[in-house]
């Protein structure tokens, strides 16, 4: 298979901890996304990484809140503290870049914060 | 700001009926346009895009047209299916910018 992939799909945790999710793109895509998702809503961006370089932060995303794309593949994006709010549907998009931004969807990470 | 608004779900349907999910968008410039399709338990798949106006997207029976007169980009299929039950998220992209934005999806329940 060689679309985006995420891990963990499922993630349960206690309020207060941290937790860090992973996601590889697609491997030729230099562009990558994260966004969230709550129930009955769509996708909202959360940040933006084009090679190793993150170039866009949603104001969505507190200090609690880093991602990193330490060489231009895989990325994590992880939650200190975390709180009930954080529970979330938790995306992963790549891309080529270019004139049109198709951007391809991995499955998601839910995260729920008990 | 830039946004998307679509008819609010769900939409019920029987089998082979027509199929119609209204969206429309503001936005500053000239965005590219896209259906993103959410199956049970699955991300999402994109389903057609188009990039100017007038401009005709289709993709498994389904289509739309970018029409920048009435900044609207609605689906519509002639016939669904069941197997087409699923969640529809229309979204647009500006050159300007990096991100899609959503609307907040419609969820279609197309019945045997």
């Known amino acids: 298979d060689t679309g985006v992939s995420q891990d963990p799909r499922h993630k349960i945790t206690k309020r207060g901890q941290n937790v860090t999710f992973r996601c590889d793109p697609i491997?030729?895509?230099?562009?990558l996304y994260w966004y969230r998702q709550t129930l009955g809503q769509g996708p909202e961006f959360l940040t933006y990484f084009q090679n190793e370089a993150q170039l866009e932060k949603s104001r969505l995303l507190s200090d609690r809140f880093s991602a990193e794309r330490p060489k231009g593949s895989f990325s994590t994006l992880e939650i200190q503290r975390t709180e009930q709010g954080d529970s979330a549907m938790y995306l992963c998009?790549?891309?080529?870049?270019?004139?049109?931004?198709?951007?391809?969807f991995g499955p998601g990470t839910r995260l729920t914060v008990l | 700001g830039d946004s998307v608004t679509q008819m609010e779900g769900p939409v019920t349907l029987s089998e082979e009926a027509f199929l119609t999910i209204n969206c429309t968008y503001t936005?500053?410039?000239?965005?590219?346009l896209f259906w993103y399709v959410q199956y049970p338990g699955e991300g999402l798949q994109l389903l057609l895009k188009a990039t100017k106006a007038d401009d005709k997207g289709s993709n498994k029976g389904f289509e739309a047209t970018y029409r920048k007169e009435t900044t609207s980009f609605h689906l519509e299929k002639g016939s669904v299916q069941v197997s087409d039950s699923a969640v529809y998220f229309c979204a647009l992209w500006m050159d300007s910018s990096y991100k899609l934005i959503f609307g907040s999806g419609t969820r279609l329940l197309v019945r045997p």
């Open positions: 936005a500053t410039g000239y965005p590219s």
């Open positions: 998009a790549s891309s080529l870049g270019g004139r049109v931004n198709e951007q391809f």
């Open positions: 491997s030729e895509h230099n562009r």
